[in-house]
């Protein structure tokens, strides 16, 4: 099982049904968001980066709209670590709860970043898969 990061921008603030979730209002800006492969993290990550797809993850309807930077991945299954990592650092706010944590008690696994993705303070430990 592996972890993974994908760092998002999106160029202006717009208003996104997100599935069951609801409508949100997302702002401009730089987002991370914390994913999980169970079997096989190639393929999720290269369905990440298609933009025509069945929506079904509340990333894949964010992802629509946003331009994805980077992806970095972790070997490992803490993903929920990950995202309290995240949630932690003082540049980071949620702009939806819940928003890719509907099976776990985290807060969310979707975050927006009040600076640039340069600025967070990873975990040691991972792989660049992609960069634009």
């Known amino acids: 099982m592996s972890i ?6 999106l160029p202006k603030k717009i208003n996104i049904p997100v599935g069951k979730l609801g409508q949100f209002s997302f702002p401009a800006g730089q987002y991370v968001y914390v ?9 999720r990550l290269e ?6 797809k069945t929506l079904h993850w509340h990333i894949d309807y964010l992802l629509q709209y946003t331009k994805l ?3 970095v991945t972790y070997v490992g299954n803490d ?9 932690c650092q003082p540049e980071i706010t ?19 970043l009040n600076g640039s993705h340069s600025s967070l303070d ?11």
Do not use: M, W
């Open 4 to 9: 993974y990061l994908l760092f998002l921008k």
């Open 35 to 43: 994913g999980r492969a169970k079997r096989n993290l190639k393929n």
């Open 47 to 52: 369905r990440h980066q298609r933009k025509n």
């Open 69 to 71: 930077e980077k992806i």
């Open 79 to 87: 993903e929920c670590g990950l995202a309290r990592h995240l949630s």
């Open 94 to 112: 949620i702009p939806v709860r819940k928003f890719g944590s509907s099976d776990c008690s985290c807060e969310s696994h979707l975050f927006h």
């Open 122 to 132: 990873l975990l040691p430990g991972y792989t660049v898969f992609f960069n634009s």
